[in-house]
Structures are given as structure tokens and as C-alpha cells.
């Protein structure tokens, strides 16, 4: 395999880590020309002296400030800083792929840009494909770039695809299901009259994969499982009802797809992140990662599970969002951002995620009645995206939709003044 150029979006967070322990374990293989990230000065300093890379960015700009003054690396990285730092690196010449692993929807320009300019992706951001979906898949097709799934479960389908040339380029002829599975998260076992009892502590706690915050919230709702379905639909062209979840308490078997014969492929492994993103990395080949490899024998058994509806509403809501099309899943997903942001900061009990974005919902249905008939040259953001701008519209409408449920919610919890 010959020496890739990498830009790295996300160095800072979980993804970016485990994929930088990847590269130094491979330091012939792979090149950093950029590392990229949101704000975190301290972390993205080390990895400049780590790394030595050419160029790095910090999206918030006095963070950008703030490193420059540090002059990281001997003051040899070059810093930028915000959206048009993050583009730059995203579409330099002579990078071969960007792994897209920021959190949020600040990670759709970059990505776009970045198979606009023909570059291999690497997508670990699942919200760039539940704001834009479509427009992604299309925009891949017309520059040629490859969009690699770095999620587990949606790398595994990949590699199950792969197990099968005569699926890859058509799978809704040969494809009967995909079954994404998820691990239930800490609460699986939690009768739901109890989740009014649960701590922030306990909600950070996932039984098996270690991540941040928001995606270990996103978990514990099983809001991430419906965000993958939406995910799973537009990287692999199947409708939403052959695309299924199941609980898998293990998080050994990553996902499963069922062909037209009755056959079904799974792939397997141990819950580390290093394994989907090392296979992004130097796809089409592999590489001889020296991890713990998976036992069967000491693993035992490997239990499956349908979703109790009533413990995971969220679910239910994504998948609501994807019948509704447009810009419903962007709208969700923006207020499920600054839901779990508020729920992080403690602003209300755990079963108001839930709550909250179900009020989300029946808002973004009275919305889209008011607009089933727009003017003349008016296309509502809620019901077409058009454009990286409708998604981000979309995006925007959701979140500040939530910030006024938010404050509701908060303000229905004080005590009332006598």
C-alpha cells in the first residue's frame, strides 16, 4: 500500500484519537498534512507536538488565537481557524482522504466540500448524512469520491457488502434487510417507572464501548440507532422498512445483512473503534493491527433482542423524521443536540430527552402543514433540501425550536415563588 495523506476533522474527540493510535502504529503507511478540531487547545497542542502536521484549525476562533500564541510544534504547524480553515484542509491538493469525525452538524461543510474536491471520506460524523443525505450521496457520484462508513455498525455492513461484488453496486435488488444492532446502552435492564431515578452519572456510563458524552446520552436513548437507520438508508439505497435494530448486549456482532436467498452475513469483532477506522483508512487493504482478538469461546453466547418502544422513544422519533423526509431528520437531529447539551449541563431529568423532542416533532408537523403550499420559487427547508443551506436551515429551525421547549422544560421544574 503506498504512503496516504490524511486530514483528520475531529482530532480532539474520541474518533480522532483512536485513528491517530492507528497511524502511529503504521508511521510508513499514512501522512497527517491537518489536524482539525472545535475548540480544544490543549488537546490539539499535544497532538501538534505529536504529530508535527503542516497546517492545523480551530473552528472557534480565540481558541485559534489562544494556539497560536502557544506556537505548538516549534511554530512550524501553520494555524488556521473557523469554517474556511476547516474547508481549506478538507480540499487541499494532495490529500488523499479526510476522516470526518467532528461531532455535529459544523461537520457538513467541510465533509461536503470534501468529495466535491474528490477526496476519499471517511465518515464517522452520522450527522452528516442525516442533514444531507441525498445531496451527499449525489454529490459522491458526480466528483467519484468514496464515502467509507467508519460507524461500527455501518462499517460492518460495508464489510458484509464487500463479502458479497454481486451486492455492492446493487443492494436493494439483493439485499432483503440490514440488521444494525445496538448494545440497549446502560438502562436495558431499567423497568422505565425507574428512569425518572437515573443519574448523569450512571447515563455516561455504557457498558461496553468508551465515547463521549453526547454520543453515550445519544446510546443511552437509542437516539444514535435512529440516526444510523437514516444513515444506513441513504449509504446503502434501502427503504426504512428493510432496515431493522436489534439489541445486542455484547456489541460483538457490529451488524448483519440478509440477501434475497436467505443468506446472511455478520460481521465480528471486540467494541474498539480502532478496527472500523483502520479499515477507512487503508481500504481496499488491510491492515495487521496488533489488538485483542475476538474468542468466541470466552465471549460464550451472544444474545439478540427486539426494541421495547416504550424504553426507547427516540428511536422511534428518528424513524418518524425519515417517513416525514426533508428537512425533518436535520430538525431533529439539531434539537437533539441542544436537548442532550441541556441534559449534560443538568438542566432537567433524563426521561425529558424523550419529551422534548416528541414536543419537537409535533411542532415540525404543524410547521410543515402551514407550509404545504409555498409561494411561487418558495421551497421550505422543512420540506426539500436543496442545498448544504436548506440542511443547515433545517438544522437551525430544530435547535432553536428546542432552546424554547428547553426553557419550558426548566422553567415547569422551578419552584414557584410565593
Known amino acids: 500500500m503506498s504512503a496516504k495523506t490524511l486530514t483528520i476533522l475531529g482530532s480532539t474527540g474520541s474518533i480522532g484519537g483512536s485513528a491517530l493510535d492507528v ?55 501553520a494555524i488556521r481557524s473557523g469554517m474556511a480553515g476547516l474547508l481549506e484542509v478538507a480540499t487541499e491538493p494532495g490529500v488523499d482522504l479526510v476522516l470526518a469525525g467532528m461531532v455535529g452538524a459544523v461537520g457538513l461543510e467541510p465533509a461536503y466540500a470534501a468529495i466535491g474536491a474528490g477526496k476519499q471520506l471517511a465518515l464517522a460524523n452520522k450527522e452528516v448524512m442525516v442533514l444531507a443525505g441525498e445531496l451527499m450521496m449525489r454529490r459522491a457520484q458526480e466528483t467519484g469520491s468514496r464515502i467509507l462508513p467508519v460507524d461500527s455498525e455501518h ?18 435488488a439483493t439485499v432483503r434487510r440490514i440488521l444494525l444492532t445496538g448494545s440497549g446502552g446502560p438502562f436495558r435492564d431499567l423497568p422505565v417507572e425507574r428512569f425518572g431515578e437515573i443519574t448523569l452519572e450512571q447515563a455516561l456510563k455504557h457498558p461496553n464501548w468508551s465515547m463521549g458524552p453526547k ?31 436489534l439489541i445486542h448486549r455484547q456489541s460483538i456482532v457490529h451488524s448483519l445483512v440478509e440477501f434475497v436467498d436467505g443468506s446472511v452475513i455478520a460481521q465480528l469483532g ?3 473503534m480502532r478496527t472500523p477506522i483502520a479499515y477507512c483508512l487503508a481500504w481496499p487493504d488491510r491492515l495487521p493491527l496488533d489488538l485483542p482478538r475476538l474468542s468466541l469461546a470466552q465471549v460464550g453466547r451472544l444474545d439478540f433482542e427486539e ?112
Open 23 to 77: 497511524l502511529r502504529r503504521f508511521p510508513t503507511s499514512f501522512r497527517v498534512h491537518a489536524l482539525a478540531a472545535h475548540s480544544s487547545v490543549d488537546r490539539l497542542a499535544e497532538q501538534i507536538e505529536q504529530v508535527r502536521p503542516p497546517v492545523a484549525v480551530l473552528f472557534e476562533e480565540r481558541a485559534a488565537d489562544e494556539l497560536r500564541r502557544r506556537r505548538p510544534g516549534g511554530g512550524r504547524t
Open 155 to 172: 462499517n460492518a455492513i460495508f464489510q458484509c457488502l464487500a463479502g458479497a461484488p454481486e451486492a455492492a453496486g446493487a443492494p436493494e
Open 215 to 245: 454520543i453515550t446520552i445519544d446510546s443511552a436513548t437509542m437516539m444514535n440507532k435512529g440516526l444510523e437507520v437514516i444513515e444506513a438508508h441513504w449509504l446503502f439505497g434501502l427503504p426504512a422498512e428493510r432496515i431493522e435494530v
Open 270 to 272: 471486540l467494541p474498539d
Open 307 to 418: 426494541i421495547q418502544p416504550r424504553k426507547y422513544p427516540c428511536l422511534f422519533l428518528a424513524l418518524e423524521a425519515l417517513k416525514r423526509g426533508g428537512g425533518a431528520p436535520a430538525a431533529l437531529n439539531g434539537a437533539n443536540e441542544e436537548v442532550v447539551g441541556a441534559y449534560l449541563a443538568g438542566a432537567f431529568p433524563f426521561p425529558h430527552i424523550a419529551g422534548i423532542l416528541a414536543e419537537l416533532m409535533a411542532r415540525l408537523d404543524q410547521s410543515l402543514a402551514r407550509a404545504a403550499a409555498p409561494p411561487p420559487g418558495e421551497v421550505s427547508a422543512l420540506r426539500e433540501v436543496r442545498s448544504v443551506a436548506d440542511a443547515l436551515a433545517a438544522d437551525r429551525w430544530g435547535r432553536e425550536q428546542a432552546r424554547t421547549l428547553i426553557a419550558a422544560s426548566a422553567a415547569s421544574q422551578s419552584p414557584s415563588c410565593s
